[in-house]
């Protein structure tokens, strides 16, 4: 079965504001809105977990590549929308970083749309 690519007004009900409130209770947790890009908080090496979802496959590519290898040994990355026939630049941009970057990351296989990977 093929999956629809995501329409315009699938996200139309969502706002920063809404995210920042449901996480409220994580003091840890930071929302950005833009472009992953432009996220000041994915430098450093303080970063421990990181659940990428962008559906796309620029910005997975360039979060794997400048963010993963800063992470520190035991990190966690959780790439969402992996393998989903509505997302294939995700699977684009993981191989591509596994590609320069094998021995990086090892993958744990779970049974969903997500890719597991730690911080070796």
């Not at 995210?19 to 994580?26: D, G, I, T």
């Not at 684009?92 to 997500?114: D, G, K, N, W």
Request: aromatic content about 6%; proline content about 8%; overall charge negative.
């Amino acid at each position: 079965v093929r999956e629809p690519a995501h329409p315009e007004e699938k996200f139309s009900d969502t706002s920063a504001e809404t995210v920042r409130h449901l996480l409220e209770p994580f003091a840890f947790a930071s929302v950005f809105e833009g472009r992953v890009q432009d996220a000041p908080m994915l430098s450093g090496s303080d970063l421990h977990f990181l659940h990428l979802d962008v559906d796309l496959e620029a910005p997975t590519l360039w979060a794997l590549k400048n963010v993963v290898p800063q992470m520190p040994v035991g990190a966690v990355v959780v790439v969402d929308d992996y393998n989903r026939l509505s997302c294939p630049g995700v699977v684009r941009a993981v191989s591509t970083f596994l590609e320069e970057h094998s021995a990086v990351c090892c993958q744990i296989p779970v049974p969903s749309a997500q890719l597991v990977m730690v911080r070796t």
